[in-house]
């Protein structure tokens, strides 16, 4: 993998080969003018930042954290990584794939989400990307077993490597302060003015702390709308903020160089009411918002994360703060193909039987 140099690392070269990285994004991704969608919503100045092509193995906001938390896990010299999500999370099946590139093997620990047939691909994706499963009903269970495998990877020799839900540490939310620097280089280059108002999903939190981290370090005075879109221990302001300045940290501690940036709660802007009847529950809105974007200009998300975000956005269009705004859309949703890169799908019934379950009864429709 080639050894591309970050657009935080070209505003501060001192930090250039000081934070272990593994490649997996293609960067900078491109921004695009929505002008149908723009035109539609009352909202005549809106681009989206095209993070879904962020990577050739997996796109989204996934590759952006994980080149980061991978580098570390190849400097320890790590051989496996454990993390954990719901049975059709983005950020397992983003681990498996992207750990099996450099020979590090996955273990998921899976939580039961609302059941799409979505959410059923992405499992079977999981086995096909070679990641160990295991499953628990409630996260008391889920942390009993992970315990246990924990135990027994270490009677083979040597612990996993854990990575959190969503890859949203103080190491991988440095794939979005990396992000807001890149953003800030496309403004610069006229490629978008720069936004007044970025509007992103909020799940484990990183994308939306990195950014925020970001924009001030690198001087934009945009702001980021987080949107709300998991009811399983939301983040809050305050701890996005603690999480935001661990990332400056670990920035400061490999390049002194850079002026010591804090960031507050009061930087971040929640936006709840978006979740719908649970995580990972598709809604109205987003359903609509989804075929919305995708007839106007031919963008696919998903009902998740972007399409809830997205309803959002349509939603403060009818407020007057943003009616007149310069508005960016970060779309986190991988276009990468995998059909084309896995294969056909196996059948359900190649994974353990915990999980056969989710294959004989009727999922929700819509997604």
Not at 69 to 78: N, T
Request: glycine fraction near 10%; aromatic fraction near 8%; charged fraction near 20%.
């Amino acid at each position: 993998m080639s050894d591309d140099v970050l657009a935080i690392e070209r505003r501060f070269p001192q930090l250039h080969g000081r934070l272990p990285r593994v490649t997996l994004t293609r960067l900078p991704t491109r921004t695009q003018r929505l002008t149908r969608l723009g035109d539609e919503l009352g909202i005549p100045r809106l681009w989206v930042k095209h993070d879904d092509e962020s990577g050739a193995i997996y796109g989204g906001n996934k590759p952006r954290k994980l080149e980061f938390i991978l580098g570390d896990v190849r400097a320890r010299g790590k051989s496996s990584v454990m993390t954990f999500g719901g049975i059709g999370t983005h950020h397992g099946l983003a681990t498996a794939l992207c750990a099996r590139s450099i020979g590090v093997r996955v273990i998921l620990g899976l939580l039961k989400q609302p059941l799409t047939e979505q959410v059923r691909d992405s499992l079977l994706l999981h086995h096909a990307a070679g990641a160990e499963l295991f499953y628990a009903p409630t996260l008391p269970r889920l942390a009993a077993r992970a315990l246990g495998i924990c135990a027994r990877e270490l009677r083979r020799g040597a612990l996993p490597y854990i990575i959190p839900t969503g890859g949203s540490s103080p190491l991988g939310t440095l794939g979005y302060v990396n992000a807001a620097f890149e953003l800030q280089e496309q403004v610069r280059a006229e490629e978008l003015p720069e936004p007044d108002w970025i509007f992103a999903p909020v799940g484990s939190g990183g994308t939306v702390a990195g950014l925020v981290a970001g924009a001030k370090l690198a001087g934009l005075r945009s702001r980021v709308v987080g949107v709300m879109v998991t009811d399983i221990f939301p983040p809050n302001a305050a701890r996005l903020a603690r999480l935001a300045n661990k990332s400056l940290g670990l920035l400061h501690r490999h390049a002194a160089e850079i002026e010591p940036v804090r960031v507050t709660a009061e930087d971040f802007r929640l936006v709840a009411g978006y979740v719908g009847p649970g995580y990972g529950a598709p809604t109205e809105a987003g359903r609509w918002a989804r075929e919305l974007i995708a007839a106007l200009e031919g963008i696919a998300l998903e009902t998740t994360y972007t399409a809830k975000c997205l309803a959002a956005m349509i939603d403060a269009a009818a407020l007057p703060e943003y009616r007149d705004s310069r508005v960016l859309f970060w779309n986190t949703y991988s276009s990468v193909d995998l059909a084309a890169r896995l294969g056909p799908l196996p059948d359900y019934r190649q994974l353990p039987p915990v999980f056969h379950q989710f294959f004989t009864t009727s999922p929700e429709a819509g997604d």
